[in-house]
């Protein structure tokens, strides 16, 4: 194999870390908690040619408890690791600061996300290549939050007008309101597939119930996202034998041992799996685990920019296979999914005009970006 010239020469020169911010349209609300603004944390590691490899870490605090101060303590002490480093060690790196990372996940996605993006550029080659030999065009969903009827039926409204036909619904609050809630898409977009995520909201006879309530008004979801408490893997396995649709896992997925786990138990049909979980090297051997046994595969995303999101199709279209996408947390942030290159206003995905790396330089594009220090010749 010929080895570039350029690459034999790369390594970091500079580590910045800084953070994301930017309100969101609407506050994201499902059963477990609320997101009203953005404040993730940005790693831009630079190489000694000039090359930026960017890294988000997407910080959920009531989900995950990790924090945007807890994160960038993290992130500024691995820098010096980092610094100094040839880019095609980036193997080597992230093996050396393991058990370092392992306390703050999104932190290890920030590396691995800044070291691939930093490597494949170097190689001229766009991320996916990393993971496949072609690039599967994505189609995400759009999620529609928990809100009122009338919240509900303009944003179904105006998702159906700007061309989205999958629509993933937060239930498990109020079944209720649940219910009308999921009758107003339906009837707005009877032919959208349906996907309810009820974030633990339900017990298992709860969620059956309201399955086949909604069978009695003609509606069946493509798929139920986690509808039971995460560590409760009796009723995961027992909603996955009687649901009518197909079961997802997702918060109880927590590391490459629960697939393991999932397809012993027959505890879910699918898993959905998020990079800022799981971090790249690790979300590879949870695909490789679900293809073989034939788990079906969603990606998703925890609150992200474009950067992130971008990074997640690079894996999912690479990897292939993923019969569920839901990266789109760029169309909550104003003015931001337009100016993603490779994502459509009906939220397609197309990466094969990527030409190298992520390809989202101007990753502040609509947020607010601050520095710890002064930021010198750093992209806009
Ligand atoms: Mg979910």
Redesign the pocket.
């Known amino acids: 194999m010929k080895i570039r010239k350029s690459a034999q020469k790369s390594f970091i020169k500079t580590v910045r870390v800084c953070i994301l911010e930017t309100p969101l349209i609407h506050p994201f609300r499902i059963s477990t908690g609320q997101h009203d603004s953005l404040h993730n944390v940005l790693l831009i590691l630079r190489l000694n040619d000039g090359t930026c490899g960017f890294g988000e870490a997407a910080i959920a605090t009531h989900i995950t408890g990790e924090t945007v101060e807890s994160t960038i303590a993290l992130l500024r002490r691995v820098a010096p690791h980092l610094k100094g480093r040839f880019i095609g060690d980036y193997h080597r790196i992230l093996t050396e600061l393991g058990s370092d990372l392992d306390a703050i996940p999104s932190a290890r996605t920030a590396v691995e996300m800044a070291l691939l993006d930093a490597l494949t550029q170097t190689l001229n080659i766009p991320l996916w290549r990393f993971f496949g030999t072609r690039a599967e065009r994505l189609s995400t969903d759009i999620t529609l939050v928990i809100a009122d009827a009338e919240q509900t039926h303009d944003s179904v409204r105006g998702f159906v007008r700007a061309g989205f036909r999958r629509f993933k619904i937060k239930v498990g609050l109020d079944p209720a309101s649940d219910l009308d809630r999921v009758r107003i898409v339906h009837a707005a977009a009877p032919r959208a597939g349906i996907i309810l995520?009820a974030?633990q909201g339900f017990s298992a006879p709860a969620a059956l119930k309201f399955l086949q309530r909604l069978a009695r008004f003609g509606i069946r979801p493509i798929l139920v996202?986690?509808p039971v408490h995460r560590n409760d893997w009796d009723a995961m396995r027992w909603i996955t034998r009687r649901s009518p649709s197909p079961v997802c896992a997702?918060?109880s997925l927590q590391s490459v041992a629960d697939v393991v786990r999932i397809i012993q138990l027959g505890a879910a049909h699918a898993i959905?799996i998020k990079l800022a979980k799981f971090g790249f090297l690790q979300s590879i051997q949870m695909a490789a685990l679900a293809r073989a046994s034939d788990l079906s595969l969603m990606i998703?995303s925890m609150m992200e920019t474009n950067l992130s999101a971008t990074a997640a199709a690079h894996f999912a279209a690479g990897i292939g296979g993923f019969d569920f996408v839901?990266l789109d947390t760029p169309f909550f942030i104003p003015d931001h999914a337009d100016q993603n290159p490779y994502l459509s206003p009906n939220g397609i995905y197309d990466l094969v005009k990527c030409a190298s790396g992520i390809g989202i330089q101007k990753v502040s594009s609509g947020l607010r970006l601050r520095y710890f220090g002064i930021p010198r010749n750093i992209p806009s």
Do not use: H, I, T
């Open positions: 995520d974030n996202e986690q997702d918060e959905n998703g839901d």
